[in-house]
């Protein structure tokens, strides 16, 4: 028997229709969910090698964020009838195509 898994890329916040409308197929053709919460970094706000107070507060506020997204996922994917799992990673804008086909890769290669 063939395993099917369905990668559903969301990102903070997440959105409850997405979540559920993945949920749902899920179910219906009975695969397992992996659910990929993607969190953005800031640009820097200097060419310079000094960074300003605000930009690492705004990046531990986003982690804070991206943990507390996956958390709620998690929370909601428990109370549902699904084999699942929550991954969460934290991407650069000009390197996240590059990390959500590594999480990809990842589900087609395992």
């Given amino acids: 028997m063939p395993f099917k898994t ?3 890329v969301l990102g903070v916040p997440q959105t409850d229709r997405d979540l559920q409308t ?10 397992h969910l992996s659910v990929l ?11 310079y090698a000094t960074l ?34 929550v991954d969460s990673i934290y991407a650069e804008v000009a390197g996240a195509t590059y990390d959500i086909g590594d999480a990809a890769s990842i589900l087609i290669s395992s």
């Fill in 37 to 47: 919460i993607v969190g953005f970094a800031p640009q820097p706000t200097s060419r």
């Fill in 6 to 8: 369905i990668l559903a």
């Fill in 52 to 85: 300003a107070s605000a930009w690492f507060e705004q990046r531990d506020w986003n982690l804070k964020a991206l943990g507390e997204t996956a958390k709620t996922v998690r929370d909601k994917l428990s109370k549902r009838e699904i084999s699942f799992e």
């Fill in 22 to 31: 993945a949920a749902d197929i899920s179910i219906q053709v009975r695969a």
